[in-house]
């Protein structure tokens, strides 16, 4: 007879142990040998070439410093930039004289972060349609189709708002870019601060990897691993930095080489001027009661994960600081709110 989700969550409790990759001693190093049993196949790019990454990278990248007994970096200080958790499954299998084996199944890491909210908000969703669509629209560097879009909304605010209304959210658009280029200009200036208007705490989510040489037992069927650590494992972590730290955003850079369009590119504004500007000649509002989703058409493997199994969004009124190392992966966020109704939703009602 199978087990109970209870029964499975109750199975694996009493399996996997959580190790802080800080903690961890170099020399004799019990778990040092786990790690070469590590591989993760991190994405497929166009041309099918396979991305890998795995724990031994991140242990080979620290130096026991034995005077201080603590994990320093050669380089960028990286101990202190992210904390590595091990996710260790101490009974994986059992060799000939009956002892168990352990084999790490995940890691996850977190860092702290900061995100930065708009300026100004609009007084109902199909203003805040609106107004998306104009930003969209202004960030567009071709001046023909720039024009284009403009004009075509025009046409169709002036057919659901006065004219006061459609100027002043205008105003507001093109304040958002004014904002967005300052803060470019600041990056080349010797400023040493950058407005945010808004600012909200923020934890990141650096790392989120599974061993593919590693299999759930049998007799877990009701869910993935990837579930299991993120709404257990990881959400166990995360509750105790939110408990102790204001904390309103989990978000991450999503490393999915194989996307369709980059959401950050020409393309993809373009896209979603399009899709913005169909939905305001239906005179239904992207963001209002439709519940239809104005993400440009990304369809990144990766992408689709986070969004589907954790609801992470792709950023629309907020913003990142993201840094070079992660220039091209993808910015995905989830106010701590939702994260707390989805989990309550899909994984409290069991």
Not at 201 to 211: A, Q, S
Request: aromatic residues 12%; neutral net charge.
């Amino acid at each position: 007879m199978s087990m109970t989700f209870e029964e499975q969550i109750a199975f694996l409790e009493d399996r996997f142990e959580v190790v802080p990759l800080s903690k961890l001693p170099y020399k004799d190093n019990p778990h040092l040998k786990l790690t070469q049993d590590f591989e993760s196949r991190r994405t497929v790019d166009e041309k099918g070439n396979i991305y890998y990454t795995s724990v031994e990278g991140f242990i080979i990248a620290y130096e026991y410093n034995g005077r201080v007994g603590s994990w320093q970096a050669y380089d960028t200080n990286r101990a202190d930039t992210s904390r590595i958790f091990l996710v260790i499954d101490t009974k994986a299998s059992v060799d000939e004289k009956g002892n168990f084996i352990p084999q790490i199944a995940f890691y996850f890491g977190f860092s702290s972060g900061l995100v930065v909210g708009t300026p100004y908000q609009t007084n109902s969703p199909a203003e805040e349609s609106l107004m998306n669509a104009y930003r969209d629209a202004m960030s567009l560097t071709n001046t023909k189709k720039k024009n284009e879009f403009l004009g075509n909304l025009d046409r169709y605010a002036g057919k659901l708002f006065d004219e006061a209304t459609v100027r002043r959210i205008r105003k507001l658009a093109q304040k958002e870019i004014d904002i967005r280029l300052d803060r470019e200009k600041t990056f080349e200036s010797n400023h040493q601060s950058i407005l945010g208007y808004r600012t909200y705490p923020g934890i990141e989510l650096t790392h989120f990897v599974r061993n593919y040489k590693y299999a759930l037992p049998a007799e877990i069927t009701a869910f993935t691993l990837g579930d299991y650590v993120f709404w257990e494992l990881l959400w166990n972590k995360l509750m105790i930095i939110y408990e102790n730290l204001g904390v309103q955003y989990l978000y991450l850079f999503a490393a999915d080489f194989g996307i369709s369009v980059d959401p950050h590119s020409e393309e993809a504004r373009e896209l979603a001027a399009k899709a913005r500007l169909k939905s305001l000649a239906g005179n239904m509002p992207v963001n209002g009661s439709s519940g239809k989703s104005s993400d440009p058409d990304i369809t990144g493997k990766l992408v689709s994960y986070y969004r589907k199994h954790f609801g992470f969004k792709l950023l629309k009124d907020n913003a990142l600081l993201k840094p070079e190392y992660d220039e091209k992966c993808i910015s995905m966020s989830t106010s701590m709110a939702e994260l707390q109704a989805l989990r309550a939703d899909k994984w409290g009602k069991r």
